[in-house]
C-alpha cells in the first residue's frame, strides 16, 4: 500500500480539488447532491468572504500516493470564542474514503495546524460556524440531502468514533407531508392571527424585491432571537448580506414571512425551494454553461421546501407567532401541491420547536451530529 500523506492545499489546482473531492468520493451514489462549484469556491475565496477578515481557514488533502483520499480544513473562528468565552477550534469539510487511518490523519493535522492557538477542545464539522452547512449525517441514508444540508455515507459517524471524537450535539431534520399535516394546527393559526392582530402585530411576506431594506430589520431579528442558542453565532453585516444576496437568487416571497409589532420587526421565516432536486443530476455541482439555465426554468417545479429558519425575538415568543409561520408554509405548500417541507436543522435540546415540529404531524426523518475531542 501506497504510504500516506497530508498536504496544506497551496495552489490554485489543489484548491479546485478541494472542492472537487466529495463528487469523485460519492459518484455513483444515488442520494449525493453536488454542491455548487461557484458557491463552493466563493465560500473559500479569502479574499472574497466576510468570514476571512477574522477568521482562517487552512484547507487539506490527503494522499495515498497520488490519489486524494479525504480532506480537512482547521478552522480559526474567534468570533464564536469571543462570543462564547470559550477556547475551541474548529474542523469542517471533512471527508474521506472509507479508512480509519485516513480519517486519523486529517483530524491529527487539524491539532498540529491548531496547536499554536492553545485551544482546550476541537469541534465540528461546521464550515465555518453553524451559520453554515454543519453536522455529520448519522441517521437517515435513504433520501438525498435538502438544500444547503450535508449528506455523507454511514461509516462516517463509526470512523470518527473510533479516532476520538464525541458527540456534542444532534441536529434534527422533521419531514411535514403536506397532506398529512395537522388540520387543527392549520385551523388554530387563523385564530392565532387574529388575537395577535389585536394585540398590534401583523405578519406579512418579506419583500424579496427591496431585500436590502429588509436585510437590515431580519439580521436584528436573526442576532437577537437565536442568541441563546448552543453554538450560535452573531453574523455581522456583511456575513449577512453576504448570505441574503446568495438566499435572494432561489428564495420565493411566498414562503418568506416576517412578524411585526407596531412596524417593529420582531420574527420571520425563511423556506427555500429545495432545488436539491434540480442540482442533483449537475455533474460536479458546475452550472456553467447549460445548468443554470436548467436551475432557473425548473426552479417553479420543485416538490419540497426546507424550512431553513424560523424565529421568535424572546419577548414576543410562546404567543403563536411561530405556529402561524408553519401554517402558511403548509397553506402555500397545498396551493402548489407540494410534498412537504423539511424543518431543518433544529437543535434536540429544542424541546418547543421539536414539539411544534411534532403537533404539525413532522416525522424527525434525519439526525446530523456535531462532535468533539481533545485538542
Given at each position: 500500500m501506497s504510504s500516506l500523506t497530508v498536504r496544506e492545499v497551496k495552489h490554485k489546482k489543489e484548491f479546485y480539488q478541494f472542492i472537487d473531492f466529495p463528487h469523485d468520493l460519492y459518484e455513483g451514489d444515488k442520494f449525493y447532491v453536488p454542491e455548487l462549484f461557484l458557491a463552493q469556491k466563493d465560500l473559500l475565496n479569502k479574499s472574497k468572504h466576510p468570514f476571512f477578515e477574522y477568521g482562517e481557514v487552512i484547507m487539506n488533502l490527503a494522499y495515498r500516493g497520488d490519489q486524494i483520499v479525504g480532506r480537512i480544513a482547521a478552522i480559526k473562528n474567534p468570533a464564536y470564542n469571543d462570543y462564547h468565552g470559550s477556547n475551541i477550534g474548529f474542523f469542517g469539510f471533512f471527508d474521506y474514503m472509507n479508512d480509519r487511518e485516513v480519517a486519523q490523519a486529517l483530524l491529527d493535522t487539524v491539532k498540529n495546524q491548531l496547536a499554536a492557538e492553545n485551544y482546550t477542545k476541537l469541534m465540528g464539522p461546521v464550515n465555518f460556524s453553524t451559520n453554515e452547512t454543519a453536522g455529520t449525517l448519522v441517521d437517515g441514508y435513504d433520501s438525498p440531502p435538502k438544500i444547503m444540508m450535508t449528506y455523507n455515507k454511514p461509516y462516517y459517524d463509526t470512523i470518527q468514533k473510533e479516532i476520538g471524537l464525541e458527540k456534542e450535539m444532534d441536529l434534527l431534520a422533521f419531514f411535514i407531508p403536506t397532506q398529512e399535516a395537522s388540520e387543527r394546527s392549520i385551523k388554530m393559526s387563523k385564530i392565532l392571527e387574529t388575537r395577535l392582530n389585536r394585540q398590534g402585530i401583523t405578519i406579512r411576506n418579506i419583500d424579496i424585491k427591496n431585500i436590502k431594506k429588509e436585510a437590515a430589520k431580519l439580521r436584528k431579528i436573526y442576532n437577537s432571537a437565536w442568541e441563546k442558542n448552543w453554538g450560535f453565532v452573531p453574523m455581522n453585516e456583511k456575513e449577512f448580506d453576504v448570505m441574503v444576496g446568495d438566499l435572494k437568487m432561489i428564495a420565493d416571497p411566498k414562503f418568506a414571512y416576517i412578524a411585526e409589532k407596531d412596524g417593529e420587526a420582531i420574527g420571520f421565516s425563511v423556506s427555500l425551494p429545495n432545488i436539491n432536486e434540480i442540482t442533483i443530476n449537475f455533474k460536479k455541482g458546475r452550472l456553467l454553461p447549460f445548468n443554470i439555465f436548467k436551475?432557473?426554468?425548473?426552479?417553479?417545479?420543485?416538490?419540497?421546501?426546507?424550512?431553513?429558519?424560523?424565529?421568535?425575538?424572546?419577548?414576543?415568543?410562546?404567543?403563536?407567532?411561530?405556529?402561524?409561520?408553519?401554517?402558511?408554509?403548509?397553506?402555500?405548500?397545498?396551493?402548489?401541491?407540494?410534498?412537504?417541507?423539511?424543518?431543518?436543522?433544529?437543535?434536540?435540546?429544542?424541546?418547543?420547536?421539536?414539539?411544534?415540529?411534532?403537533?404539525?404531524?413532522?416525522k424527525k426523518y434525519k439526525t446530523y451530529r456535531i462532535y468533539t475531542c481533545d485538542a
Amino acid at each position: 500500500m501506497s504510504s500516506l500523506t497530508v498536504r496544506e492545499v497551496k495552489h490554485k489546482k489543489e484548491f479546485y480539488q478541494f472542492i472537487d473531492f466529495p463528487h469523485d468520493l460519492y459518484e455513483g451514489d444515488k442520494f449525493y447532491v453536488p454542491e455548487l462549484f461557484l458557491a463552493q469556491k466563493d465560500l473559500l475565496n479569502k479574499s472574497k468572504h466576510p468570514f476571512f477578515e477574522y477568521g482562517e481557514v487552512i484547507m487539506n488533502l490527503a494522499y495515498r500516493g497520488d490519489q486524494i483520499v479525504g480532506r480537512i480544513a482547521a478552522i480559526k473562528n474567534p468570533a464564536y470564542n469571543d462570543y462564547h468565552g470559550s477556547n475551541i477550534g474548529f474542523f469542517g469539510f471533512f471527508d474521506y474514503m472509507n479508512d480509519r487511518e485516513v480519517a486519523q490523519a486529517l483530524l491529527d493535522t487539524v491539532k498540529n495546524q491548531l496547536a499554536a492557538e492553545n485551544y482546550t477542545k476541537l469541534m465540528g464539522p461546521v464550515n465555518f460556524s453553524t451559520n453554515e452547512t454543519a453536522g455529520t449525517l448519522v441517521d437517515g441514508y435513504d433520501s438525498p440531502p435538502k438544500i444547503m444540508m450535508t449528506y455523507n455515507k454511514p461509516y462516517y459517524d463509526t470512523i470518527q468514533k473510533e479516532i476520538g471524537l464525541e458527540k456534542e450535539m444532534d441536529l434534527l431534520a422533521f419531514f411535514i407531508p403536506t397532506q398529512e399535516a395537522s388540520e387543527r394546527s392549520i385551523k388554530m393559526s387563523k385564530i392565532l392571527e387574529t388575537r395577535l392582530n389585536r394585540q398590534g402585530i401583523t405578519i406579512r411576506n418579506i419583500d424579496i424585491k427591496n431585500i436590502k431594506k429588509e436585510a437590515a430589520k431580519l439580521r436584528k431579528i436573526y442576532n437577537s432571537a437565536w442568541e441563546k442558542n448552543w453554538g450560535f453565532v452573531p453574523m455581522n453585516e456583511k456575513e449577512f448580506d453576504v448570505m441574503v444576496g446568495d438566499l435572494k437568487m432561489i428564495a420565493d416571497p411566498k414562503f418568506a414571512y416576517i412578524a411585526e409589532k407596531d412596524g417593529e420587526a420582531i420574527g420571520f421565516s425563511v423556506s427555500l425551494p429545495n432545488i436539491n432536486e434540480i442540482t442533483i443530476n449537475f455533474k460536479k455541482g458546475r452550472l456553467l454553461p447549460f445548468n443554470i439555465f436548467k436551475l432557473l426554468m425548473n426552479k417553479k417545479k420543485v416538490k419540497s421546501v426546507r424550512i431553513i429558519t424560523a424565529g421568535v425575538v424572546e419577548a414576543h415568543r410562546r404567543k403563536g407567532i411561530e405556529a402561524i409561520f408553519f401554517a402558511n408554509n403548509i397553506i402555500e405548500a397545498r396551493k402548489r401541491n407540494l410534498t412537504g417541507g423539511e424543518a431543518s436543522w433544529i437543535l434536540e435540546t429544542n424541546k418547543e420547536m421539536v414539539a411544534a415540529a411534532e403537533k404539525l404531524n413532522g416525522k424527525k426523518y434525519k439526525t446530523y451530529r456535531i462532535y468533539t475531542c481533545d485538542a
